[in-house]
């Protein structure tokens, strides 16, 4: 026996997903730079399509901006929680698919300059935003 279950340690989220995009405009992050502290009682929710587990709190986790399956690097974040659940079709029949949500709280956020070089660098081949 085996799972299909892998752990994580970087938290890729399109908008759908929950990824905070309101906050995290990278246009406006280039003019007037967001920074952490403003951030730092604000509880985020996400739900991925596959199931994985995430290092909890206090192990950082990079958090990441999936627009059109290019990656833009944001930050780090702690996992303030997270579940995984059976996903069912209309009729209660399971589709064999399970479906990982929780919550994060941001506690680093790069720089322009370094949110750069962070997804030039660590961004998997041909998915860097840049």
Not at 16 to 30: E, K, M, V, W
Not at 71 to 90: A, T, Y
């Amino acid at each position: 026996m085996g799972t299909k279950i892998e752990f994580n340690d970087t938290l890729v989220l399109t908008q759908a997903q929950g990824f905070p995009a309101a906050i995290f405009d990278l246009n406006t992050h280039l003019k007037t730079p967001v920074l952490a502290e403003s951030l730092k009682d604000k509880i985020f929710h996400f739900q991925k399509d596959e199931a994985r587990f995430f290092h909890l709190d206090p192990v950082r986790i990079f958090l990441v901006q999936n627009i059109d399956g290019k990656w833009l690097h944001w930050g780090q974040v702690l996992i303030q929680s997270q579940s995984i659940e059976k996903m069912f079709d209309d009729h209660a029949h399971w589709l064999q698919e399970w479906t990982p949500s929780g919550t994060f709280k941001v506690v680093k956020i790069h720089h322009p300059d370094y949110q750069k070089l962070v997804t030039v660098n660590e961004s998997p081949a041909n998915k860097s935003f840049f």
